[in-house]
């Protein structure tokens, strides 16, 4: 799998929209950017995914670059719910294995 | 449907004792996967089955541990014998397997070794 590089934290106001950043530089044409994200003391979550077209659901949505280099996961009005590690993980999608790296800790600050 | 199911969700046992951890995937999903996470290494994926085979083990820490799958609605992972260092919370994940589809979490067990 391609190693991704996330900023160790950031802060958001609650309202803003929330963009985190994610460096993915040597990904591989058959590898899909994924994001997840861990509210204290839960389980991670699943929250989007894309391969090259920007990506939208009803949690946040998902910029990729053109080169594919490097992606930014959108919350577009954050809450303290928000509050989070965000992870960022690229892989194949048919691979079973997820490896996490230390993502970035969310503050959403009232 | 009531998503991945641990048991217990907190453990406290001695150093020396065996430990087994629960896990019932969702149903239908038929990749199973042990993660530990601790705030020294993070998540870290321990093992994970596909059609209750074991694929991969290579995140198992050593011999002490010990994780089996006998049919599709549950898994075990055990810890025999149980010491100090092993305290982190365990996640369980199900999926299917070679699929599009996310991997969900269940709540995690919190284990403490004293």
């Known amino acids: 799998d391609a190693k991704t590089t996330q900023p160790p934290s950031m802060d958001c106001a609650e309202g803003r929209a929330a963009n985190l950043p994610c460096n993915h530089s040597?990904?591989?044409?058959?590898?899909?950017v994924y994001w997840y994200r861990q509210i204290h003391s839960q389980g991670p979550q699943y929250i989007i995914h894309g391969l090259k077209n920007n990506e939208t659901n009803e949690m946040a949505s998902l910029i990729i670059t053109e080169d594919r280099k490097s992606s930014t996961l959108i919350l577009p009005h954050a809450t303290l719910r928000d509050t989070a590690v965000y992870y960022c993980i690229v892989r194949v999608v048919r691979d079973d294995k997820i490896i996490f790296g230390k993502g970035t800790r969310l503050h959403i600050l009232p | 449907d009531a998503g991945v199911i641990q048991s217990p969700r907190h453990e406290v046992t001695e150093m020396g004792q065996e430990v087994t951890l629960r896990c019932k995937p969702i149903s239908g999903h038929n990749s199973l996967f042990w993660y530990r996470q601790t705030m020294m290494r993070g998540l870290e994926l321990l093992i994970y089955?596909?059609?209750?085979?074991?694929?991969?083990d290579s995140g198992m820490p050593e011999d002490r541990f010990s994780a089996k799958m006998p049919n599709a609605s549950f898994s075990t992972l055990k810890i025999q014998p149980s010491e100090p260092r092993d305290s982190a919370v365990y996640f369980c994940?199900?999926?299917?397997?070679?699929?599009?589809?996310?991997?969900?979490f269940g709540p995690g067990t919190r284990l403490t070794v004293t």
């Open positions: 089955f596909n059609n209750n085979v074991p694929i991969d």
């Open positions: 040597t990904i591989s044409g058959n590898e899909y």
């Open positions: 994940a199900s999926r299917v397997a070679l699929s599009s589809y996310e991997q969900y």
